[in-house]
């Protein structure tokens, strides 16, 4: 690969949060996956996310996310960055997977905030310290309050970004200034990225480095399209571009995962199954979902979709 000024430029951008395809039988679909893999390589990502929320993490056992790492990994060659979700509310449990990633050749891992148990900030900040102390991969942290009930404070943030395992942050807090007021607290190189497609935009233009996106799973060039614009200064084009995928958004964040993998369905990528409690989408939200990707306007996207649902009878 190319050398970069700083070691960790490559997390920029729109990086996707790739879903786990899933057969009949409700057993991995490692050929479906390695697609997703392919598609989101040739649309020029730096990085993929495999095993995280969009992943259905929490249903997969470890030897399934070994599974999922490893396919990344021999399907990419070195081409993207392969980052394995290692999230847990169990230190001991965030431990084993992130040692399990680094044996299956991730290049990082995102760890996310503690959920359920409800830690206060010095036990999240021991939580991640511990993580690290194991590893010898970076570590990207995962702040997403609506999921975890707790938020990573920032000075909490602060602390850590000191330790050189710390990379990043996905923050999913919504916070549109958090990028601009963290920035000045934060040593050269540490990457912040949004974690929610809505006000992705906003936070890359308040001093974002891009997002860890759902969105871009369905239309990878489109977002990459809005990071370019963003770069080059041409907001009214990033946000005529963004307006346009507002609609499949906000329809994927009401359901995510099972709306996401009904729209790559509809593209003939994978099938719609999730693993229980997640159930597939009821058909009036399938119907919206196809609605979006059709005002997406995007040619391809729309072609795609009408002729997996001609072959198929998808409503």
Known sequence: MTPLLLPYSWLAGYTPDLPTPF???????????????????DADVSAIVVGETTGE???LTPVEQDKLV?????????????????????TSQAIELTRRAERAGADA????????NKPMQAG????????????????ILHDIPSRTIREMSDDTLVRLAEARPFIGLRDATGDITRAMRLQPRLPPGFRLLSGDDATALAFIVNGGDGSISTISNVAPALC?????????????SARYLQSRLAPLTAALARENPAAVKYALCLLGFMSPHTRLPIVELADSAKAEVARAIAEIGDEDLAC???????????K
């Open 23 to 41: 057969d009949d039988n409700g057993e991995l679909d490692l050929a479906a996956f390695a697609t997703l893999c392919d598609r989101q390589i």
């Open 124 to 139: 999240i900040c021991a939580h991640f310290q511990a993580i690290a102390g194991a590893t010898a991969l970076p570590i």
């Open 109 to 116: 891992v995102l760890s996310v905030v503690p959920y359920y």
């Open 70 to 90: 490893r396919t990344a990994v021999e399907v990419s060659h070195r081409r993207v960055r392969v980052i394995a979700g290692a999230g847990s509310n169990s």
């Open 224 to 236: 990459s399209a809005i990071f370019s614009n963003c770069g080059q200064g041409q907001l009214q």
């Open 304 to 314: 795609r979709c009408e002729i997996q649902r001609s072959r198929t009878g998808l």
């Open 57 to 59: 993490a929490s249903t």
